[in-house]
């Protein structure tokens, strides 16, 4: 499969948890990114393969934590304390050029279809 595959989005709670998956074989970063409504896109997580380094935007760091299985065909994105402004449609991207974990959508090549997350009070 070509192109990143998301799924676990939902709607919750804040303060509550959610976590995200996509599956993105043969890449050498995968990332994830989101749009809320009315509002750009935004790069938030990027996990890459080669040394597992992570990047975090600065409005999840602390809170996202982006991982990917052993067989390195799935990353997670474990959300926790989300929030309202959290809400958005969540993107997995994969790039196979990439060799830092660049938030900059422009490395990434393949995207998924979207995952929506909304977050209530």
């Known amino acids: 499969q070509v192109q990143p595959v998301e799924s676990g989005g939902g709607s919750v709670q804040a303060g509550g948890s959610l976590t995200l998956s996509c599956a993105a074989p043969g890449y050498s970063c995968v990332g994830w990114f989101r749009q809320p409504p009315g509002k750009g896109r935004e790069g938030i997580a990027v996990?890459?393969?080669?040394?597992?380094?992570?990047s975090y935007a600065d409005s999840v760091k602390g809170r996202f934590t982006i991982s990917q299985n052993n067989a390195r065909n799935t990353v997670y994105l474990q959300m926790n304390g989300l929030q309202p402004e959290d809400t958005a449609m969540y993107y997995c991207a994969a790039s196979r050029t990439a060799i830092v974990p660049a938030l900059d959508s422009r490395w990434y090549n393949y995207w998924g279809q979207g995952t929506q997350v909304t977050v209530s009070t």
């Open positions: 996990f890459c393969i080669r040394d597992g380094r992570t």
